[in-house]
């Protein structure tokens, strides 16, 4: 059973920086993609970015050219570098993968938080 383990993530300033890391554990080397989903109050949940195992990316468009996504070289974790953040991008953030099989797992979110 793969479980995905987030990092916390914090309160920033506009325009700051955060690097959101998350592991798997458990029957990894199934994984076809990972990626980050976020939800606001009163919004739905929606995808931030994704990256399959062969590298290739999505990016929700708000975020594109501001936020990159990752997978380090054990394919176990992937990484969100967000840049110029924006309050709007104030949401918790899900650590989300999905199996070769099909699986889909979720991991428990972390609250990031773009403010002064």
């Known amino acids: 059973q793969v479980q995905l383990v987030e990092s916390v993530g914090g309160l920033v300033q506009p325009g700051g920086s955060l690097r959101l890391p998350c592991a798997a554990s458990g029957g990894t080397c199934s994984l076809y993609v990972m990626g980050w989903y976020r939800q606001a109050p009163g919004k739905a949940r929606e995808l931030v970015a994704n990256i399959a195992s062969g590298g290739s990316s999505n990016y929700e468009d708000s975020v594109k050219g501001r936020f990159t996504i990752s997978r380090g070289n054990a394919k176990n974790t992937v990484y969100l570098q967000m840049n110029s953040l924006k309050p709007e991008d104030t949401a918790v953030y899900y650590c989300?993968?999905?199996?070769?099989?099909?699986?889909?797992?979720w991991g428990r979110g972390t609250q990031v938080t773009v403010s002064s």
């Open positions: 989300h993968a999905v199996g070769w099989d099909t699986r889909v797992y």
